[in-house]
């Protein structure tokens, strides 16, 4: 079953397409950022745990910081922002007085369902780099 994808709406700085993009070059850089600094800290979270011989089970904590890097990088990579779908915005100008309110009740569906699509996606990925984290015999 497949449903019709919103038609985008013009803003004067980029469109808007309902589920699929929400940002413009200047929130997709912070999305990046804060994505390496969550997987940095996983990272380093890691090697603390592994150098001082925490217990493996204490690993799956490590979910955290690579959930919410990875979730970050899809942001990025999907130009698409969680938040501001949940808010029914979106930004496409390089400061954030750019923010526009997105009022379409059909849009905002098709945004929490990427939402949904995206938390799942991210939750994915860092389960899997948390089990095998956690099944390291180090």
Not at 55 to 67: K, N
Request: proline share 5%; net charge positive.
């Amino acid at each position: 079953m497949t449903t019709a994808t919103p038609s985008p709406i013009s803003f004067p700085e980029g469109s808007y397409v309902p589920g699929a993009c929400n940002i413009g070059a200047f929130e997709i850089r912070r999305r990046r950022a804060f994505g390496v600094i969550g997987i940095v800290t996983g990272v380093a979270l890691t090697a603390v745990m592994m150098a001082a011989g925490v217990p493996h089970i204490w690993r799956l904590l490590l979910v955290l910081p690579f959930w919410g890097g990875v979730f970050s990088l899809l942001q990025a990579r999907r130009r698409f922002c969680a938040g501001f779908a949940m808010a029914g915005i979106a930004n496409f100008s390089d400061t954030d007085a750019g923010r526009r309110s997105v009022a379409d009740e059909a849009a905002h569906k098709a945004d929490m369902m990427a939402v949904l699509r995206m938390t799942r996606d991210s939750f994915a990925a860092a389960a899997v780099i948390t089990a095998v984290l956690v099944l390291l015999p180090i």
